[in-house]
């Protein structure tokens, strides 16, 4: 690889806000906003995740290969264009792609992506090859909803029943009569396993003991994750003996400002406290959380935020490549949003996303859809 053609001379950003479809995220008569960063001086749980922007990259070479990526919702544009002017003129064959030269930010993965699709593409291989190589051509997804009334519940999840889910992820807090909900869930669709993500809303383990034991008579909940307060990491190893239910950690390295960091990983199975992980990084960070489950022995996931089609591209090669990612992943993006910006979408097969083929990413963006939803667009240069 010649690495003068590989110097990057210019970055185009396209800001989108693509809606979820009608009534998808939660019951209409609830209004439970899931977006768990504070919004511009808004405190956290306050916004609804697609009302915030998404930043769709295009990285291109000097040999005119180009690299693209999404990033996380919510970016900061003053941190996008620092990283944009630290980048132009390096050239993507000199960087360490485990530990690219950028800070630790909420932004990095996105330029990550890029930078790795790029370099996939110029080597003319499928990105997971970076990874390693595919264990596996296809990776295990749930179907995913945020909070339901009871009334409404086993309807709902009979759909994605139907269709050829077998799990359902559902947000939850102290307010939801969860037990009642898998009780429903049992009558409309049997056989149907349950994941709830409180989002550490069920606060400590005096609240969570009387819900998991009415969850274990129904029986038909896989895991529990982030049940309670993360740093009570004593409280779970507690929770973890007391339950038959399994108990998951998410390490959400996307997270700078709640501090989330792989050691978190590292603390929970010194401490005996969880019987797996939901993992949220990038590519090199991802891998090597994953790799640390497999060493442990332990399941993992790869989490998202309900995002669109780049990042979930990235997502299957992460998790195709992971040996221990093997409980339902969250890639539901299209299930939920009204596009995933891909002219053609990633292949869903309930309970199944299938691997993309080709160099890269494998995908290529619609560029109608694109212009429908773009709300602004920058250049770097």
């Given amino acids: 690889m010649d690495s003068s053609d590989k110097t990057i001379v210019r970055l185009d950003f396209e800001e989108v806000i693509v809606p979820t479809h009608p009534g998808v995220i939660n019951s209409e008569s609830l209004n439970k906003p899931l977006h768990m960063l504070p919004v511009g001086g808004k405190q956290a749980w306050s916004v609804q995740f697609d009302e915030l922007p998404k930043l769709i990259m295009r990285m291109t070479l000097k040999d005119g290969t180009v690299g693209i990526s999404e990033f996380y919702r919510d970016h900061n544009w003053s941190i996008i264009e ?24 909420r932004e990095y993965d996105g330029f990550e992506c890029a930078i790795w699709d790029a370099y996939a ?27 339901r009334t009871v009334e409404e519940i086993g309807p709902w999840v009979q759909q994605y029943h139907r269709q050829g889910f077998d799990c359902i992820k559902f947000k939850c807090d102290l307010e939801d009569d969860v037990v009642a909900w898998c009780e429903k869930i049992k009558e409309y669709a049997p056989g149907m396993k349950v994941i709830f993500d409180p989002n550490q809303r069920w606060e400590n383990s005096g609240n969570a003991r009387p819900i998991i034991r009415g969850l274990e008579e129904v029986g038909n909940v896989l895991l529990l994750e982030d049940p309670i307060q993360r740093w009570m990491i004593q409280d779970y190893a507690n929770l973890r003996q007391f339950s038959s239910i399994p108990i998951a950690l998410h390490v959400s390295l996307p997270y700078v400002f709640q501090g989330q960091r792989p050691y978190e990983a590292v603390n929970a199975i010194a401490h005996g406290a969880v019987d797996g992980f939901n993992f949220n990084g990038g590519l090199a960070k991802f891998k090597a959380l994953a790799d640390l489950a497999t060493m442990a022995g332990l399941p993992c996931w790869h989490g998202s935020e309900v995002d669109l089609g780049i990042l979930e591209a990235m997502y299957v090669h992460q998790s195709a490549a992971a040996a221990s990612c093997v409980w339902p992943s969250d890639i539901f993006g299209r299930m939920i949003r009204s596009h995933d910006l891909l002219k053609t979408p990633l292949v869903i097969e309930p309970p199944h996303v299938r691997l993309p083929e080709g160099p890269g990413l494998g995908i290529e963006l619609d560029e109608e859809a694109i212009r429908r939803f773009k709300v602004s667009e920058r250049t770097i240069r």
């Avoid at 132009?88 to 930010?105: F, K, V, Y």
């Fill in 82 to 105: 620092g990283v944009s002017n630290l980048l132009l003129g390096q050239s993507i064959a000199d960087m360490p792609l485990q530990d690219l030269p950028i800070a630790l930010c």
């Fill in 121 to 147: 593409k110029s080597l003319g291989v499928p990105l997971h090859r970076l990874l390693g190589g595919a264990v596996r051509n296809h990776v295990k997804i749930s179907a995913w909803s945020s909070h």
